[in-house]
């Protein structure tokens, strides 16, 4: 499956989920699984053996179905200065790709990158669709300090930092962009991305 259609299709899971009648249901997206977190009252009395029936079923309806995403997400163009303090590990990504910084920024902008989930912090969006020369395991040791709008890679993941924060991915630039609002109450919501929404970096100096 896609992995936009992916994004889409965990996000209805989740919604069908949160739709059984149990109070206080809240479901976390991570890499390869779903948690889904209740009161604990619920679970006395054998109502438990309720609830994992429901989750059965609503599963395998999911694993039938062929295609969820009939609402595609938003598509975002995001602005980046590439390089400078804000993308320090632009010239040791160059290095170990064999390619100039140019390059590199170029490939990076290439790509259509897809929202999978938010975690980490608030806001915080792991993109799928980093090119495969560009794909390198986190650093040994973790900066104490990542400026909120750095834009960073690791492993098959890029993001934008949203918050200031520790933080071991490979920085690229800066994004203006404001990625998270606390005070925002527009439809939009708090955070900028969406799961299922798709992502295009443009250089700041293309723009």
């Keep these: 499956m896609p992995a936009t259609e992916l994004?889409?299709?965990?996000?209805?899971?989740?919604?069908?989920?949160?739709?059984l009648a149990w109070p206080a249901c809240?479901?976390?997206?991570a890499d390869q699984s779903i948690t889904v977190l209740?009161?604990?009252?619920?679970?006395?009395?054998?109502?438990?053996?309720?609830?994992?029936?429901?989750?059965?079923q609503i599963l395998g309806q999911f694993g039938k179905a062929t295609l969820l995403a009939n609402t595609p997400g938003c598509h975002h163009h995001i602005v980046v200065?590439?390089?400078?303090?804000?993308?320090?590990?632009?010239?040791?990504?160059?290095?170990?790709?064999?390619?100039?910084?140019?390059e590199v920024i170029d490939l990076h902008c290439s790509a259509i990158y897809t929202v999978q989930f938010l975690g980490f912090l608030p806001g915080f969006a792991y993109l799928t669709g980093l090119p495969k020369p560009l794909h390198f395991s986190r650093r040994e040791t973790p900066r104490s300090r990542v400026p909120a709008g750095t834009l960073a890679i690791a492993a098959h993941y890029c993001a934008v930092y949203p918050w200031e924060s520790p933080g071991g991915w490979h920085l690229l630039g800066h994004v203006e962009q404001v990625?998270?609002?606390?005070?925002?109450?527009d439809q939009q919501g708090q955070s900028l991305f969406k799961a299922g929404d798709t992502v295009q970096f443009i250089r700041a100096d293309y723009a």
């Design 179 to 185: 990625l998270f609002d606390p005070e925002r109450t």
């Design 38 to 56: 209740f009161a604990s009252p619920i679970l006395a009395a054998g109502k438990h053996e309720i609830l994992l029936d429901q989750l059965h």
């Design 81 to 102: 200065n590439y390089g400078g303090v804000a993308g320090q590990d632009l010239a040791w990504l160059a290095g170990q790709t064999g390619l100039s910084p140019t």
């Design 26 to 29: 809240q479901c976390v997206q």
């Design 7 to 19: 994004a889409v299709f965990r996000q209805e899971l989740i919604q069908s989920i949160q739709a």
